[in-house]
Protein backbone atom coordinates (compact mmCIF):
# COMPACT_ATOMS: atom_id res chain seq x y z
CA UNK A 1 0.00 0.00 0.00
CA UNK A 2 0.72 3.99 -0.84
CA UNK A 3 0.18 5.84 2.01
CA UNK A 4 0.45 9.61 0.83
CA UNK A 5 0.36 11.92 3.72
CA UNK A 6 -0.45 16.00 2.75
CA UNK A 7 -1.69 19.32 3.89
CA UNK A 8 0.05 22.65 4.45
CA UNK A 9 2.88 23.42 5.34
CA UNK A 10 3.49 23.44 9.47
CA UNK A 11 0.62 20.78 9.97
CA UNK A 12 3.23 18.18 11.02
CA UNK A 13 3.12 15.91 8.47
CA UNK A 14 6.72 15.11 8.73
CA UNK A 15 6.16 14.48 12.18
CA UNK A 16 3.16 11.73 11.13
CA UNK A 17 5.45 10.51 8.69
CA UNK A 18 8.08 9.48 10.81
CA UNK A 19 5.90 7.87 13.43
CA UNK A 20 4.52 5.70 11.25
CA UNK A 21 7.28 4.72 9.59
CA UNK A 22 9.42 4.27 12.81
CA UNK A 23 6.83 1.97 14.25
CA UNK A 24 6.60 -0.70 10.73
CA UNK A 25 9.68 0.33 9.05
CA UNK A 26 7.98 1.66 5.71
CA UNK A 27 10.07 3.43 3.69
CA UNK A 28 9.32 7.44 3.62
CA UNK A 29 9.50 9.51 0.08
CA UNK A 30 9.23 13.31 0.59
CA UNK A 31 7.62 15.63 -2.49
CA UNK A 32 8.43 18.51 -1.35
CA UNK A 33 10.87 19.70 -4.21
CA UNK A 34 12.90 22.47 -2.08
CA UNK A 35 13.98 19.90 0.82
CA UNK A 36 15.35 17.57 -2.66
CA UNK A 37 18.39 20.31 -2.61
CA UNK A 38 20.91 19.51 -0.28
CA UNK A 39 21.73 23.16 0.08
CA UNK A 40 18.41 23.95 1.59
CA UNK A 41 18.16 22.39 5.36
CA UNK A 42 17.29 26.01 7.99
CA UNK A 43 14.64 27.14 5.38
CA UNK A 44 12.97 24.03 4.08
CA UNK A 45 12.44 22.56 7.99
CA UNK A 46 13.84 19.61 6.51
CA UNK A 47 14.08 16.27 8.93
CA UNK A 48 17.30 16.35 11.09
CA UNK A 49 20.47 14.29 10.39
CA UNK A 50 20.01 12.01 12.05
CA UNK A 51 15.97 10.67 10.91
CA UNK A 52 17.25 11.50 7.09
CA UNK A 53 20.38 9.41 7.86
CA UNK A 54 18.32 6.28 8.76
CA UNK A 55 17.91 4.50 6.11
CA UNK A 56 13.91 5.13 5.94
CA UNK A 57 14.09 8.39 3.82
CA UNK A 58 14.24 8.66 0.15
CA UNK A 59 14.42 12.09 -2.30
CA UNK A 60 16.08 14.27 0.48
CA UNK A 61 19.21 16.34 -0.07
CA UNK A 62 18.95 13.80 -3.47
CA UNK A 63 19.80 17.09 -6.07
CA UNK A 64 22.21 20.37 -5.69
CA UNK A 65 21.09 23.94 -6.64
CA UNK A 66 23.32 23.72 -9.29
CA UNK A 67 21.33 20.70 -11.09
CA UNK A 68 18.88 21.34 -13.52
CA UNK A 69 15.62 19.57 -11.97
CA UNK A 70 11.73 19.82 -12.22
CA UNK A 71 8.25 18.20 -11.81
CA UNK A 72 9.04 15.47 -14.70
CA UNK A 73 12.32 14.73 -13.41
CA UNK A 74 10.62 14.31 -10.26
CA UNK A 75 8.25 11.93 -11.68
CA UNK A 76 10.50 9.69 -12.90
CA UNK A 77 12.43 9.47 -9.76
CA UNK A 78 9.55 8.78 -7.69
CA UNK A 79 8.17 6.03 -9.58
CA UNK A 80 11.41 4.61 -9.80
CA UNK A 81 11.24 4.38 -6.03
CA UNK A 82 7.45 3.04 -5.96
CA UNK A 83 8.80 0.39 -8.41
CA UNK A 84 11.82 -0.67 -6.34
CA UNK A 85 9.18 -0.87 -3.15
CA UNK A 86 6.77 -2.59 -5.60
CA UNK A 87 5.55 -5.01 -3.00
CA UNK A 88 6.07 -2.93 0.05
CA UNK A 89 4.21 -0.33 2.04
CA UNK A 90 5.46 2.90 1.32
CA UNK A 91 4.80 6.61 2.70
CA UNK A 92 4.92 9.92 0.79
CA UNK A 93 4.98 13.12 2.54
CA UNK A 94 5.10 16.53 1.48
CA UNK A 95 3.05 19.74 0.65
CA UNK A 96 3.66 20.12 -3.25
CA UNK A 97 0.21 19.17 -4.58
CA UNK A 98 1.21 18.86 -8.35
CA UNK A 99 4.48 16.86 -7.93
CA UNK A 100 2.26 14.64 -5.89
CA UNK A 101 -0.57 14.42 -8.60
CA UNK A 102 2.34 14.29 -11.23
CA UNK A 103 3.85 10.89 -9.37
CA UNK A 104 0.38 9.18 -8.71
CA UNK A 105 -1.69 10.42 -11.67
CA UNK A 106 -1.63 9.88 -15.21
CA UNK A 107 0.23 13.14 -16.29
CA UNK A 108 2.40 13.07 -19.22
CA UNK A 109 5.10 15.21 -20.14
CA UNK A 110 6.14 15.33 -23.73
CA UNK A 111 9.93 15.26 -24.63
CA UNK A 112 11.13 19.47 -25.63
CA UNK A 113 14.30 21.57 -26.93
CA UNK A 114 15.37 22.78 -24.25
CA UNK A 115 14.30 26.91 -23.91
CA UNK A 116 16.26 29.34 -25.41
CA UNK A 117 17.96 32.13 -22.94
CA UNK A 118 17.02 34.54 -24.53
CA UNK A 119 12.79 33.22 -24.64
CA UNK A 120 10.89 36.40 -24.37
CA UNK A 121 13.82 38.21 -22.09
CA UNK A 122 12.46 41.37 -23.71
CA UNK A 123 9.21 41.44 -21.46
CA UNK A 124 8.57 42.28 -18.10
CA UNK A 125 7.29 39.88 -15.94
CA UNK A 126 3.99 41.81 -16.07
CA UNK A 127 3.89 41.59 -19.51
CA UNK A 128 4.24 37.72 -19.39
CA UNK A 129 1.56 37.02 -16.50
CA UNK A 130 -0.75 38.92 -18.64
CA UNK A 131 0.06 36.65 -21.65
CA UNK A 132 -0.28 33.58 -19.79
CA UNK A 133 -3.44 34.58 -18.61
CA UNK A 134 -5.15 34.66 -21.44
CA UNK A 135 -2.99 31.40 -22.78
CA UNK A 136 -3.51 29.60 -19.55
CA UNK A 137 -5.71 31.24 -16.96
CA UNK A 138 -5.36 28.41 -14.09
CA UNK A 139 -2.02 28.35 -14.06
CA UNK A 140 -1.31 31.89 -14.45
CA UNK A 141 -3.08 31.95 -11.33
CA UNK A 142 -1.01 29.46 -9.55
CA UNK A 143 1.85 30.97 -10.77
CA UNK A 144 1.06 34.74 -9.73
CA UNK A 145 3.42 37.57 -11.51
CA UNK A 146 6.65 37.64 -10.07
CA UNK A 147 7.85 34.03 -10.52
CA UNK A 148 9.77 34.54 -13.79
CA UNK A 149 11.07 31.11 -14.54
CA UNK A 150 8.07 29.52 -14.09
CA UNK A 151 6.25 32.31 -16.50
CA UNK A 152 8.63 31.32 -19.21
CA UNK A 153 8.71 27.95 -18.74
CA UNK A 154 4.68 27.55 -18.94
CA UNK A 155 4.95 30.18 -22.43
CA UNK A 156 7.49 27.78 -23.96
CA UNK A 157 5.40 24.69 -23.16
CA UNK A 158 2.80 26.71 -25.05
CA UNK A 159 5.16 27.52 -27.90
CA UNK A 160 6.21 24.14 -28.35
CA UNK A 161 3.32 21.93 -28.07
CA UNK A 162 0.87 24.72 -28.97
CA UNK A 163 -1.27 23.79 -26.29
CA UNK A 164 -0.92 24.74 -22.60
CA UNK A 165 0.45 23.32 -19.73
CA UNK A 166 -3.18 22.61 -18.19
CA UNK A 167 -4.57 21.44 -21.71
CA UNK A 168 -1.84 19.03 -21.06
CA UNK A 169 -2.25 17.50 -18.13
CA UNK A 170 -6.14 18.04 -18.16
CA UNK A 171 -6.55 14.18 -19.56
CA UNK A 172 -4.49 12.18 -16.87
CA UNK A 173 -4.94 14.54 -13.95
CA UNK A 174 -7.88 12.34 -12.17
CA UNK A 175 -6.83 8.71 -13.27
CA UNK A 176 -4.81 7.45 -10.61
CA UNK A 177 -2.32 4.65 -11.45
CA UNK A 178 -1.75 3.64 -7.85
CA UNK A 179 -5.02 2.45 -6.85
CA UNK A 180 -3.29 0.99 -3.18
CA UNK A 181 -3.00 5.01 -2.58
CA UNK A 182 -4.93 5.99 0.49
CA UNK A 183 -4.72 9.71 1.30
CA UNK A 184 -4.32 11.18 4.89
CA UNK A 185 -4.84 15.36 5.00
CA UNK A 186 -3.96 17.63 7.84
CA UNK A 187 -6.26 20.24 8.25
CA UNK A 188 -5.73 21.63 11.74
CA UNK A 189 -7.47 24.69 12.71
CA UNK A 190 -6.45 28.02 10.93
CA UNK A 191 -5.53 29.89 14.05
CA UNK A 192 -3.54 26.55 15.29
CA UNK A 193 -1.82 26.26 11.80
CA UNK A 194 -0.94 30.24 11.91
CA UNK A 195 1.06 30.28 15.34
CA UNK A 196 2.82 27.01 14.46
CA UNK A 197 4.15 28.55 11.37
CA UNK A 198 5.14 31.92 13.30
CA UNK A 199 6.78 30.12 15.74
CA UNK A 200 8.86 28.16 12.97
CA UNK A 201 10.19 31.10 11.44
CA UNK A 202 11.25 32.15 15.14
CA UNK A 203 13.10 29.08 15.47
CA UNK A 204 14.97 29.06 11.81
CA UNK A 205 16.40 32.30 12.41
CA UNK A 206 17.86 31.47 15.48
CA UNK A 207 18.94 27.97 14.14
CA UNK A 208 20.69 30.37 11.69
CA UNK A 209 18.31 30.99 8.59
CA UNK A 210 20.21 34.20 7.67
CA UNK A 211 23.60 33.04 7.72
CA UNK A 212 21.93 29.93 5.52
CA UNK A 213 21.14 32.58 2.70
CA UNK A 214 24.76 34.40 2.91
CA UNK A 215 26.28 31.16 2.12
CA UNK A 216 23.95 30.52 -0.98
CA UNK A 217 24.23 33.82 -2.07
CA UNK A 218 27.99 33.06 -2.28
CA UNK A 219 27.95 29.93 -3.87
CA UNK A 220 25.27 30.39 -5.73
CA UNK A 221 24.35 33.85 -6.56
CA UNK A 222 20.94 35.37 -5.99
CA UNK A 223 19.55 34.33 -9.12
CA UNK A 224 19.78 31.14 -7.59
CA UNK A 225 16.80 28.88 -7.73
CA UNK A 226 16.97 28.73 -3.66
CA UNK A 227 15.00 32.34 -3.98
CA UNK A 228 12.08 30.46 -5.49
CA UNK A 229 11.26 29.29 -2.04
CA UNK A 230 9.46 30.98 0.58
CA UNK A 231 12.08 31.52 3.67
CA UNK A 232 14.91 32.75 0.73
CA UNK A 233 13.42 34.82 -1.61
CA UNK A 234 12.01 37.59 1.58
CA UNK A 235 16.08 37.97 2.34
CA UNK A 236 16.28 39.79 -1.64
CA UNK A 237 13.57 42.56 -0.79
CA UNK A 238 16.65 44.17 1.37
CA UNK A 239 14.68 44.50 4.96
CA UNK A 240 15.65 44.69 8.35
CA UNK A 241 15.50 41.37 9.93
CA UNK A 242 12.27 41.47 11.50
CA UNK A 243 10.42 42.98 8.79
CA UNK A 244 12.60 39.91 6.47
CA UNK A 245 10.99 37.39 9.24
CA UNK A 246 7.60 39.37 9.53
CA UNK A 247 7.06 39.00 5.60
CA UNK A 248 8.57 35.38 5.51
CA UNK A 249 5.56 34.64 8.13
CA UNK A 250 2.93 36.38 5.73
CA UNK A 251 3.73 34.30 2.76
CA UNK A 252 3.96 31.46 4.59
CA UNK A 253 0.41 31.87 5.96
CA UNK A 254 -0.58 32.19 2.50
CA UNK A 255 1.21 29.78 0.77
CA UNK A 256 -0.75 27.50 3.22
CA UNK A 257 -3.84 28.81 1.94
CA UNK A 258 -3.06 28.28 -1.58
CA UNK A 259 -1.96 24.67 -0.73
CA UNK A 260 -5.57 23.80 1.33
CA UNK A 261 -6.89 25.48 -2.17
CA UNK A 262 -4.97 22.68 -4.30
CA UNK A 263 -5.54 19.88 -2.39
CA UNK A 264 -9.45 20.44 -1.52
CA UNK A 265 -10.09 21.25 -5.66
CA UNK A 266 -7.22 18.46 -6.87
CA UNK A 267 -8.17 15.42 -4.70
CA UNK A 268 -11.50 13.88 -4.28
CA UNK A 269 -10.31 11.26 -1.61
CA UNK A 270 -8.36 12.73 1.02
CA UNK A 271 -9.02 11.41 4.26
CA UNK A 272 -9.12 14.75 6.14
CA UNK A 273 -8.12 14.94 10.28
CA UNK A 274 -7.44 17.81 12.76
CA UNK A 275 -4.60 16.76 14.26
CA UNK A 276 -1.83 14.19 14.03
CA UNK A 277 -3.06 11.82 16.31
CA UNK A 278 -6.37 11.18 14.89
CA UNK A 279 -4.57 10.68 11.27
CA UNK A 280 -1.73 8.06 13.54
CA UNK A 281 -5.01 6.31 14.65
CA UNK A 282 -6.55 5.97 11.14
CA UNK A 283 -3.45 5.01 9.74
CA UNK A 284 -2.65 1.95 12.41
CA UNK A 285 -5.83 0.89 11.87
CA UNK A 286 -5.56 0.84 7.74
CA UNK A 287 -2.43 -0.33 7.76
CA UNK A 288 -3.73 -3.54 10.01
CA UNK A 289 -6.06 -4.52 7.96
CA UNK A 290 -4.19 -4.27 5.20
CA UNK A 291 -2.26 -6.42 6.72
Not at 78 to 99: C, E
Request: glycine share 6%; charged share 30%; with cysteine.
Amino acid sequence: MIYAILGPTASQKSDLAEKISSKYNFPIINFDVFQMYKELNIGTAKPSNELLNSGRYFLYNNISLKDPYDVAYFQEDGRNLLKKFNNDNVILVGGNGLYLKALLFDYKFKDEKPMPNNFMEECSNEELYKTLLKIDHEDALKIGSNNRKRLLRALYIYETHNKNKTELNEGGKDNLLYPNTIFVGIDLDRNILYERINKRVDLMFQNGLKEEVKEIIRNYGSDSRAFQAIGYKEFLSNLDDNETKDLIKKNTRNYAKRQMTFFKHQYKNINWFKNIDLAEKFLVKEISNNG
